[in-house]
T-cell receptor, first 109, second 117 residues
Framework: GIQVEQSPPDLILQEGANSTLRCNFS?????LQWFHQNPWGQLINLFY???GTKQNGRLSATTVATERYSLLYISSSQTTDSGVYFC???????????FGTGTKLQVIP | GAGVSQSPRYKVTKRGQDVALRCDPI?????LYWYRQALGQGPEFLTY????????KSGLPNDRFSAERPEGSISTLTIQRTEQRDSAMYRC???????????????FGSGTQLSVL
């Protein structure tokens, strides 16, 4: 099956800093989403981004499907950004969604 | 409803017992997914439905696991003869549709934390 690797696995940021999270996938995909799992375990959909670039406030995402990667940018990080960020891809079967390994982010004040 | 609802929130059971986990998707959402998440790992695909039809159950670990969505709305994930290795967070997600890719955005419920003693 498709492999979805995220980097870095762990990241510690000072509040106010910027960061880039990366998602690499091993095969062509039909679609890609980014999720934030907060410290309480809630999984929140951040972006639905099959290609191109989208922005939502301090967050933006870019997917280059032909090169099999996606990037999530966090600017001016806040403590509430802490948690685990997952990318998830549609591959193989039309709607089977495979999650990546995750990036655990800690933003310290 | 306003969001994906799962019940119970926590379930503690003894090894060998059967459990049924319920998912109530967002009203009008055609597609429903089940995932399992172990501590420190990403969600692992189990199965999904479009309307009442189970489209893919390749992620179900073995024949003790089954799922149904008889009326195309509420779904139940059943685990028979539970084992300790079944302990995990079980998550349900729904999406508006599947024919139009813009409707494939997934919305997750809070999950059911299953502990098998």
């Amino acid at each position: 099956g498709i492999q979805v690797e995220q980097s870095p696995p762990d990241l510690i940021l000072q509040e106010g800093a910027n960061s880039t999270l990366r998602c690499n996938f091993s095969d062509s995909v039909n679609n890609l989403q980014w999720f934030h799992q907060n410290p309480w375990g809630q999984l929140i959909n951040l972006f639905y981004i099959p290609s191109g670039t989208k922005q939502n406030g301090r967050l933006s995402a870019t997917t280059v499907a032909t090169e099999r990667y996606s990037l999530l940018y966090i600017s001016s990080s806040q403590t509430t950004d802490s948690g685990v960020y997952f990318c998830a891809v549609y591959s193989g079967g039309y709607q089977k969604v495979t999650f990546g390994t995750g990036t655990k982010l800690q933003v310290i004040p | 409803g306003a969001g994906v609802s799962q019940s119970p929130r926590y379930k503690v059971t003894k090894r060998g017992q059967d459990v049924a986990l319920r998912c109530d998707p967002i009203s009008g959402h055609v597609s429903l997914y089940w995932y399992r998440q172990a501590l420190g790992q990403g969600p692992e695909f189990l199965t999904y439905f479009n309307y009442e039809a189970q489209q893919d159950k390749s992620g179900l670990p073995n024949d003790r696991f089954s799922a149904e969505r008889p009326e195309g709305s509420i779904s139940t994930l059943t685990i028979q003869r539970t084992e300790q290795r079944d302990s995990a967070m079980y998550r349900c997600a729904s999406s508006l549709g599947f024919r139009d890719r813009t409707n494939e955005k997934l919305f997750f419920g809070s999950g059911t934390q299953l502990s098998v003693l």
